[in-house]
């Protein structure tokens, strides 16, 4: 009986967080502030009045509540934006935690008077992010889809890595001695361990789903999947946070291909709900087991940890962020300040022995002051960060060309696929017949409204052109992949084109809309460069400039060496972009490419004398301008 009345009370228990839940993600929708903030207050004031209903304990939050939100977001994320930022990724999350637990760890050390031991496996609990509220922001507001994929990468990786990490940690403070060598090689046995368990079984999974096209059958596989992974490299002693990662990429990218739409929306559709419930659990029971008189009580403490953790997330983005693919400046700001901290770190917390005496309650104190930090003060002002910075791309009537947009290309693409369906035969001519026209005038409608919303905000045009250069040069891309698996490219040719692609994809399209638009730019131009390459240079060259926004004009062809054709460029370079243009031509020429700046001469066009250099037969002039006319 005493049973039964427990399940009746878990019961209403768990209805109750539900409708707490539900009325928060109501209320949110009114005010511009995070629904994991305003869950962790509720549970504050909830545990002011009532006795904690259930204990958050470490192996709650890692075997039940982690897995599902690190598949869910590995799941979706784009694998391609992922692999061009994967070693400014991997930095951050291997260099950064490791420089992140010394900075704390050191800090702390020397505020507090902690034993360094101890401080250090503060320092390795406290080095994981977890911006869940800082990308729904992202996501709300229309935040570049890159630095969401940046700050979201390096949570999900730096998660495996900082767990690993504690465990060196802690095991090196009990034992009381540390093998750096025996280090090293155990970070990399676990985490690379990790990593190929969760690669295989997504593989496995992937093919399963691809086999069996039933969305039921789909979606209990990705939910095996995202558990199994977790549990089967645990069992192991390997990183089951890195082998659920690399699990969700596989599904993500393999498995969804393999998906019909009926499949790919169930499991979407489930795994949105499921990340929706646990992120809600996790923030309203963080909310209970703070006790805000103990962190008032211990608030030097708590303040000592934030400012450790502050600085070091300082010098790990601003230094880190320098190496791998350029990182607009303003970018580096959100990723410093969206470094919050959340269920991973208060598992490690909750999970130290007792063995450790009061220091295990120190670092609790001290892990609940920045967990409550990061969320209540960095989560509440990202959006203001966002604005500030200019970084907010979603107005309300980009809001409105983009659902008139998406209606358009869907109702487009179903009627493609109807007409598909009727050319093999699969719709008969009657049906055809009788339904097409119907379609078609919608489409018609939807692709109207389009145009209305553009008139309606002329602003919005200069957006459809970046996205249809955006979409052309996908295509490119999709294109130079279909050559190389066709066998009709080699690997070097496809890994240089596509380069060239990446570039362009990464550059900013400001002086390309200028000149989409008719608009002068012969006041930015600086400096003019003379470049005079080789024939079998001439496209990859050409392509390389121009994917840098840097406009190149050819004079002449001349006779050259050998009977190849040497050719002269025209290059007017905009103020800075000469770096960048000696890059593409090192990168893009087969010749080796070096150029003098010639001295500054007479007032107006003139040209100072400048130096000639030539390798390998590549000859560039650099040139000073100090005015530009068009006519």
Not at 189 to 210: H, K, T
Not at 286 to 307: H, K, M, T, Y
Not at 350 to 363: D, F, I, K, V, Y
Not at 369 to 379: A, E, W
Request: hydrophobic share 50%; aromatic share 6%; proline share 3%.
């Amino acid at each position: 009986m005493d049973n039964v009345l427990d399940l009746i009370e878990l019961e209403y228990l768990i209805l109750g967080a539900l409708l707490i839940v539900s009325f928060v993600a109501v209320a949110v929708r009114r005010f511009r502030v995070p629904s994991t903030v305003v869950l962790v207050l509720v549970g504050i004031a909830l545990s002011f009045r009532t006795s904690q209903p259930i204990e958050l304990t470490s192996d709650i939050i890692l075997f039940i509540f982690l897995p599902p939100l690190l598949f869910e977001a590995a799941f979706h994320l784009d694998l391609r934006q992922l692999q061009r930022d994967t070693p400014t990724i991997a930095l951050l999350a291997t260099v950064g935690v490791l420089l992140s637990t010394i900075v704390v760890g050191g800090i702390v050390s020397l505020g507090t008077g902690l034993p360094l031991g101890v401080a250090l496996v503060f320092g390795a609990l406290i080095a994981a992010t977890d911006p869940v509220s800082v990308v729904a922001i992202f996501r709300k507001l229309g935040a570049p889809k890159r630095l969401e994929v940046l700050l979201e990468g390096e949570s999900l990786f730096n998660d495996g890595t900082a767990i690993v990490l504690f465990g060196l940690a802690l095991e090196a403070l009990l034992i009381g001695e540390f093998n750096f060598i025996d280090g090293i090689l155990s970070f990399i046995l676990v985490s690379g361990g990790g990593i190929v368990v969760g690669l295989g079984l997504g593989w496995v999974a992937s093919r399963m789903i691809a086999m069996v096209d039933d969305h039921l059958i789909g979606t209990t596989l990705t939910t095996v999947l995202a558990f199994g992974s977790y549990l089967v490299a645990e069992q192991l002693h390997l990183s089951g946070v890195l082998a659920v990662v690399a699990a969700g990429l596989i599904a993500g990218s393999i498995g969804e291909k393999g998906m019909s739409p009926t499949t790919r929306i169930a499991v979407f559709n489930f795994w949105e709900y499921v990340t929706f419930l646990v992120n809600s659990a996790i923030f309203l029971m963080i909310g209970l087991q703070i006790e805000v008189s103990a962190l008032w009580e211990n608030r030097v403490l708590g303040l000592w940890a934030i400012v450790a953790v502050l600085v070091a997330r300082a010098i790990g983005i601003y230094g880190l962020t320098s190496f791998g693919r350029s990182i607009p400046s303003k970018w580096r700001h959100v990723l410093f300040w969206g470094g919050l901290r959340g269920a991973i770190a208060l598992a490690l917390a909750l999970s130290l022995p007792a063995a450790m005496g009061e220091h295990r309650n120190t670092l609790t104190l001290m892990t609940f002051s920045v967990v409550l930090f990061t969320l209540l003060v960095q989560g509440i002002t990202m959006e203001g960060l966002l604005r500030r910075l200019g970084l907010i791309t979603h107005s309300e009537a980009q809001i409105e060309y983009e659902q008139r947009h998406a209606r358009a290309l869907a109702a487009r693409s179903g009627y493609e696929h109807v007409e598909r369906l009727h050319q093999i035969g699969l719709v008969s001519n009657h049906t055809w017949e009788k339904i097409h026209p119907i379609i078609l005038e919608r489409v018609k409608a939807l692709t109207s409204t389009v145009q209305e919303a553009l008139q309606a905000a002329p602003e919005l045009e200069a957006g459809e052109i970046i996205s249809a250069r955006r979409e052309s040069l996908r295509a490119q891309r999709n294109t130079l992949s279909t050559l190389r698996s066709d066998g009709v490219i080699s690997q070097e040719t496809y890994e240089q084109l596509a380069a060239e692609v990446d570039v362009a994809l990464d550059t900013a399209v400001d002086q390309w809309n200028r000149q989409i638009f008719d608009e002068r730019i012969e006041d930015e131009i600086h400096q003019l460069m003379m470049v005079i390459i080789q024939d079998r240079d001439l496209e990859s060259v050409s392509n390389a400039l121009s994917s840098r926004n840097i406009p190149t004009t050819r004079i002449q062809s001349m006779g050259g060496f050998l009977r190849r054709r040497n050719h002269l460029l025209l290059v007017g370079l905009p103020e800075g972009k000469l770096d960048q243009a000696v890059e593409a031509l090192n990168n893009a020429g087969r010749s080796k490419i070096e150029y003098v700046t010639s001295p500054k001469g007479m007032p107006g066009i003139v040209l100072g004398e400048p130096l000639r250099l030539e390798i390998k037969g590549a000859t560039v002039f650099v040139f000073d301008i100090d005015r530009c006319e068009v006519f």
